[in-house]
């Protein structure tokens, strides 16, 4: 029976109410901070106490079994749980715990979810990204990292690069080739890995958008048996294929809290509109300028859809006719990346040419929109558009591959 | 339970049924052979529509309906687009009777709902202009009091289906200008001073230019008060024509993935090619995002919530989905599709009507801005 409404009995309103009040305490007035986007260190410190108290509440845990540290809430209280942070502008959970955590409560063992959860939980451990690899983007199967056997170690060569903020992270999730003569595919396993383990160097890259990443190099690095997750060689289909709303998984599908980012620039140019003119002409009236802001609108309309639609597909335990996850999920992931730095570039036409200055007595915005567009291109970031356009065409609508 | 997108049963057994139906009974050929027909439309596959009660759908139980809402038209809806079925079911149902249901009076209601419910009246409404200028701005045909009635003169096009209509719903201007003085006008077709001319058209659909000079019209509703509901009905319409295109859509999807598995160029399935797969995927976005927009409009229109924005943005999305797939149809397709004996120029020509019906693109998103 279709039902759009989320917050549908009273004990979801008093959950929904109960996020507000908090963030109305702690976060007046949201917080512009991406971590992705960020290097300065006093406004990280403020980022990450802001997340500890998130942390205290139990809600990094929210959905996760509370024999580990969680609060066993169920999806859709998750989503309600990320609208709310969207709504207030507050910023997303640092880097990928999440990630790793829906990792370990799949595959991990017993003693990895009680060694590792609690500080991801707490927002004490950060959590890098060891996936990508100079020559292995897109196409991550191919990636070169390896680890093999030795004595009750396994042992780390090569080098990981744009893993973001890696360099603030106490431990790594790194994907390493484990069976050399496997396929691209089934040779690949997880490791957590601390980064002050020796053998580990970083240099740092500096992205477009103020936020660093890195390149992180491993030497022979040594660490126990006990810090391979799930089964050797078959991280590709347990880790990876586990991460992206591709299945399904207790916590639900997606990271929304990401995608709501998109309505915080929204929110900005809305403002913009409503309180600029030009030529006299209020920009609420300019005829160009309505029709570029609806389309805005529409924009995020859809997407909110879509994540709905994710939700629908992952409460009710059935897919939608036509609405499979690899379908529907890889026409939301095509759209939303696809749509990201368009989305900007429209909002950088309604501002005109003050869009382009960052701070100031001159700038709009505090120079918001203008981050917003270098940040757009970050939108490769868990895959490219061009690569959810070939899954959704090869694997969504059965074109040869 | 919150979210859920999922047809219920009967929802889902009605879209069986209505596949089923058309399957057999509006092929594409049937679609071709009305193109341009002086039988206007399938009158067999109105009757059946009707014994099954889907001209019946939204009206009262007093009026011999059966008192369904929007999500349960919207898998017909989904139907009618894929299958092309040349009915005027929007038209006459949706928009004429929705109108008469909202402003007739008992004894208007009485005459035209039961007979439209059952099938035996076709009532289509006529609301466009020469100009083509949507919205109440739009409507300038003068009524002016004559008598104990209205004498109308002007003229409307893209009058669908008027050649089979026992009655025209005439959207004209009692006084004033904009949203103030629109009213709404049920015109006898077969009256002194109305004359109905067929127009040629892409899609082959029957769409009349009508001209009334000093036409008896009979009021519906209040003089000067019509827009408002004119308006929320339009909308309301605009759902279900979304709906139709996200139907269309689907079967547009298959045609082009399809082709593109089997047709075999450069020694490989062309589907191989990138370049093809964006054109396939561009056709499975705007469908199922328009499918989407619809949807969440169609629910909304029956909890009673407002549904003004969200109906424009489905009819924006829409009218650029059926034009854009469409277009990456043609290039998947390239000459085969160009041919007439193919059928997916019956879709690309259809969509001319749809993109355009009950507003375009940039009135819709317009409309939308105004409700934000």
């Known amino acids: 029976m279709i039902d759009f409404r989320i917050d549908d009995t009273p004990e979801l309103k008093a959950w929904r109410a109960e996020v507000r009040q908090f963030l109305e305490t702690e976060l007046p007035g949201g917080m512009h901070f991406d971590y992705d986007f960020e290097e300065d260190g006093e406004r990280w410190a403020a980022y990450l106490r802001f997340w500890r108290k998130v942390g205290e509440k139990g809600w990094v845990a929210a959905t996760w079994p509370t024999e580990y540290y969680g609060q066993g809430r169920s999806a859709i209280e998750n989503y309600i749980l990320q609208e709310e942070f969207s709504r207030h502008a507050a910023p997303t959970y640092p880097i990928i715990g999440q990630a790793v955590a829906a990792a370990l409560l799949r595959h991990g063992t017993h003693e990895q979810r009680l060694r590792h959860l609690k500080g991801i939980a707490e927002v004490t451990t950060l959590w890098g990204e060891g996936y990508t690899e100079p020559q292995a983007g897109s196409d991550l199967a191919s990636l070169t990292t390896r680890a093999h056997l030795d004595g009750d170690h396994w042992v780390i060569n090569g080098q990981k690069t744009l893993g973001t903020a890696a360099h603030l992270a106490q431990w790594m999730f790194v994907l390493a080739r484990t069976d050399p003569n496997a396929k691209a595919h089934s040779g690949i396993s997880a490791f957590l890995v601390p980064l002050d383990a020796p053998g580990i160097s970083m240099t740092p890259l500096h992205n477009m958008a103020d936020g660093q990443q890195n390149q992180t190099f491993f030497d022979n690095v040594r660490v126990p048996v006990d810090c391979l997750v799930g089964t050797p060689h078959q991280a590709w289909s347990e880790v990876w294929f586990g991460r992206g709303g591709e299945a399904l998984d207790r916590a639900g599908p997606a990271p929304v809290g990401w995608v709501f980012r998109i309505e915080r620039t929204l929110n900005l140019i809305r403002r913009f509109v409503a309180e600029n003119s030009r030529g006299g002409v209020p920009l609420t009236e300019d005829p160009v300028v309505r029709m570029q802001l609806a389309e805005l609108e529409m924009s995020v309309e859809i997407i909110r859809l879509q994540i709905a639609e994710a939700y629908s597909n992952f409460a009710s335990r059935r897919m939608r006719a036509g609405s499979s996850p690899i379908f529907s999920g890889n026409i939301h992931w095509a759209y939303y990346k696809e749509l990201i730095p368009r989305f900007t570039q429209t909002c950088m036409e309604i501002v005109g040419p003050a869009a382009q200055i960052q701070g100031g007595p001159w700038a709009h915005l505090e120079g918001r929109i203008e981050k917003a567009f270098r940040a757009s291109f970050g939108n490769h970031a868990g895959g490219t558009p061009q690569l959810k356009r070939m899954t959704l065409a090869t694997r969504g609508l059965g074109l040869p591959r | ?372």
């Open chain 2, 1 to 372: 339970m919150a979210i859920n997108l999922n047809f219920s049963e009967d929802q889902e057994q009605l879209r069986r049924t209505a596949r089923q139906l058309f399957d057999k009974h509006v092929t594409p050929d049937v679609v071709r052979k009305f193109q341009d027909s002086p039988e206007e439309f399938p009158k067999a596959v109105w009757r059946q529509m009707a014994e099954l009660g889907w001209l019946a759908m939204p009206f009262t139980e007093a009026h011999g309906g059966l008192e369904l809402g929007f999500l349960d038209m919207y898998p017909l809806y989904l139907e009618l687009g894929r299958s092309l079925a040349p009915v005027p079911h929007l038209e006459s149902v949706v928009l004429a009777g929705g109108l008469i249901s909202a402003l007739g009076s008992e004894a208007q209601k009485d005459a035209l709902i039961p007979a439209i419910a059952e099938g035996r009246a076709i009532v289509t409404p006529a609301i466009i202009e020469p100009d083509g200028t949507y919205g109440a701005d739009g409507v300038r045909l003068a009524a002016r009091q004559s008598g104990s009635g209205y004498a109308l003169t002007g003229v409307k096009i893209l009058v669908a289906y008027a050649g089979a209509a026992d009655q025209l719903l005439v959207a004209a201007r009692t006084s004033g200008a904009g949203e103030s003085g629109v009213s709404l006008f049920l015109v006898d077709p077969k009256a002194a001073g109305v004359s109905l001319d067929r127009t040629p058209n892409a899609s082959g659909l029957p769409l009349y230019a009508l001209t009334l000079q000093d036409a008896p019209g009979e009021l519906l509703g209040p003089a000067g008060e019509a827009w408002p509901t004119l308006n929320a009905v339009m909308l309301k319409g605009a759902v279900l024509q979304a709906a139709m295109v996200a139907g269309a859509g689907e079967r547009i999807l298959e045609m082009s993935v399809d082709y593109a598995n089997t047709r075999v160029q450069f020694g490989v399935q062309i589907g191989k090619h990138q370049a093809v797969q964006y054109l396939c995927t561009d056709i499975a976005i705007h469908g199922h995002n328009t499918g989407l927009l619809a949807l969440n409009a169609a629910w909304r229109i029956d909890a009673g919530e407002p549904f003004a924005r969200q109906a424009a943005f489905a009819k924006a999305a829409a009218s650029k989905a059926i034009a854009t797939m469409t277009w990456a149809a043609h290039e998947v397709h390239a000459g085969v599709g160009f041919m007439l004996d193919f059928d997916l120029q019956l879709y690309t020509l259809r969509g001319k009507h749809w993109e355009f019906n009950l507003g375009d693109h940039r009135y819709s998103l317009e409309q939308a801005a105004a409700e934000a």
